[in-house]
């Protein structure tokens, strides 16, 4: 059974960075995509960024304007997003989730699994 648990939010005044933490655990092949998304109050699920697990390919939503990077580590199964130059429009409760399927284009995303979320809060 495929799980994960986000971690890593918090409150941050407007510039700041935060780094998500996603730890995965169960059986998940190299091909599986794996997303961040947010969900603000009122508004609809954004996708942030995508890449495969293996970390072959990469996606990265236009708002995130190279403020935001994502990494891995293997070894622990860990996959992470850091958020820098943080902006109050960027508050919201951060996903992590995964989709089994072999995806040509990474936006196309629809995940299986999800965390549980964490809130990402920026102050002006």
């Known amino acids: 059974q495929v799980q994960l648990v986000e971690s890593g939010g918090g409150w941050v005044q407007a510039g700041g960075s935060l780094r998500l933490s996603c730890a995965a655990s169960?059986?998940?092949?190299?091909?599986?995509?794996l997303g961040w998304f947010r969900q603000a109050p009122g508004k609809e699920r954004q996708l942030v960024a995508a890449?495969?697990?293996?970390?072959?390919?990469?996606y990265y939503a236009d708002f995130t304007k190279g403020r935001f990077t994502i990494s891995r580590d293997n070894a622990e199964n860990m996959r992470y997003l850091q958020m820098n130059s943080l902006e109050p429009e960027d508050t919201a409760v951060y996903y992590c989730?995964?989709?089994?399927?072999?995806?040509?284009?990474?936006?196309?995303?629809?995940?299986?699994?999800w965390g549980q979320g964490t809130q990402v809060t920026v102050s002006a």
């Open positions: 989730a995964l989709d089994p399927r072999r995806l040509v284009r990474l936006a196309a995303i629809s995940p299986d699994y």
């Open positions: 169960g059986p998940i092949f190299g091909h599986w995509v």
């Open positions: 890449f495969t697990w293996s970390g072959t390919t990469e």
